[in-house]
């Protein structure tokens, strides 16, 4: 018969075991919530993950950018969920990712065109105008991309998308233009950005379609200098090469006329006579001097007043036999030397006038008058008083 002290006592000891399994029971660890986001956001103490719809902070310092995946106590706060970690580690996306295909932009800022502009959070391993496939988030305004895959930079012209192209600058300035082989394409550089002609350029822009394919330009660093042109023979150049040549000057005025080519050449003065040398752009119907120089002055020819040959370039010197002028302001003036004298047409619009002993010199092209040996002088500053 269990007495009134024993069963006390198995009571006390039932209770005691009680409140221990109890005690194990609360002390048994509950599974671990768990969270998996991009970083969006990073201080000395504290980030932000998020997978796209759900956010959640984290008091640790995190790279945006990454996937993480932590594990630890979810909670509330008045500012949003919180978890207090146990375990933070690199992950793999385990969430759906948006995807944002398009062009790799980099102007006060990161963003793919489309050309509609996505604005980046975070900048991407490809170059600006570069074709990209980015998988990420949306968070806030920006889009948080986790991977891309670089396609490189398109092959045609799109207007309102970046487009990287090669060529010669034929036109130089802050509007050049440059040829790419089969085109020109027009250059918009940003305030204060020249481009010289000649020079090889390789640039991204923006396309947009004027009158001309064009480019606009964000930035000096758009554009590199690759060389220059081809350097070819005149008679031989296309649009864009460097012509170069030794030639005389038959024409002066805006631009000169050379005995050479029918191409007349821009961007540097020299009188008719003169012989250069000139290193130039070519262009679709002109040339463009980017270093040029007279190797033989005009001066140097010698007469030939005695070498009558219709239509070519001669200096001729001698003194004014006889002068007439009709009434309509065009005049004759009859020049020899020696045995050899040649009639001096006098244009009105030469504006010069000459006397009789007057020794001249001019240039110009020999041609003929009423069957009689004749010169044609292009402009007053072609004919001078004295050896000239």
């Not at 768990?34 to 990073?42: A, K, P």
């Not at 606009?216 to 042109?229: R, T």
């Not at 120089?293 to 005009?298: A, D, P, T």
């Not at 065009?330 to 020049?335: D, I, P, Q, R, S």
Request: glycine share 10%; hydrophobic share 40%; charged share 25%.
């Amino acid at each position: 018969m269990v007495t009134d002290r024993e069963l006390k006592i198995v009571l006390l000891i039932g209770s005691v075991v009680v409140l221990i399994m109890m005690a194990t029971i609360d002390a048994a660890p509950r599974d671990l919530d768990e969270f998996t986001g991009v970083c969006v956001y990073s201080s000395d103490s504290f980030s932000i993950l998020s997978n796209g719809s759900t956010s959640v902070g984290v008091y640790s310092s995190l790279q945006e950018g990454v996937v993480y995946r932590v594990e630890g106590r979810m909670y509330n706060t008045s500012s949003g969920l919180r978890i207090r970690h146990v375990r933070i580690e690199r992950a793999e996306a385990t969430f759906p990712l948006s995807a944002v295909k398009g062009a790799y932009w980099v102007s006060s800022g990161y963003y793919i065109l489309t050309p509609d502009r996505v604005r980046l959070a975070l900048p991407l391993s490809a170059e600006k105008g570069e074709l990209v496939e980015v998988d990420g988030i949306w968070y806030r305004n920006g889009f948080y991309p986790v991977r891309h895959r670089v396609l490189g930079f398109p092959e045609e012209p799109r207007d309102g998308m970046p487009w990287r192209i090669d060529g010669t600058v034929i036109y130089g300035g802050t509007k050049a233009v440059i040829w790419n082989g089969s085109e020109e394409i027009v250059l918009y550089l940003p305030y204060g950005t020249k481009v010289e002609a000649g020079r090889r350029v390789r640039v991204v822009g923006i396309v947009r379609f004027y009158s001309r394919l064009s480019l606009i330009v964000d930035s000096p660093d758009d554009i590199s200098f690759v060389g220059y042109g081809e350097k070819v023979p005149v008679s031989e150049a296309s649009v864009g090469d460097i012509a170069f040549g030794n030639c005389t000057v038959v024409g002066a005025g805006r631009s000169l006329k050379l005995n050479c080519t029918e191409l007349k050449l821009r961007n540097f003065k020299a009188r008719v006579g003169d012989r250069i040398y000139f290193e130039a752009v070519r262009r679709r119907s002109s040339l463009y001097c980017i270093d040029c120089r007279v190797i033989e002055s005009r001066e140097e020819i010698p007469n030939g007043i005695c070498s009558f040959s219709s239509g070519e370039l001669a200096r001729v010197f001698g003194r004014v036999k006889w002068v007439r002028v009709y009434k309509n302001g065009f005049g004759l003036a009859n020049v020899t030397d020696g045995n050899c004298w040649v009639l001096i047409k006098l244009r009105k619009s030469l504006n010069v006038s000459l006397k009789v002993n007057q020794t001249v010199t001019a240039y110009g092209f020999f041609t003929t008058y009423r069957g009689m040996p004749a010169f044609e002088v292009p402009s007053g500053d072609d004919l001078c008083s004295g050896r000239c």
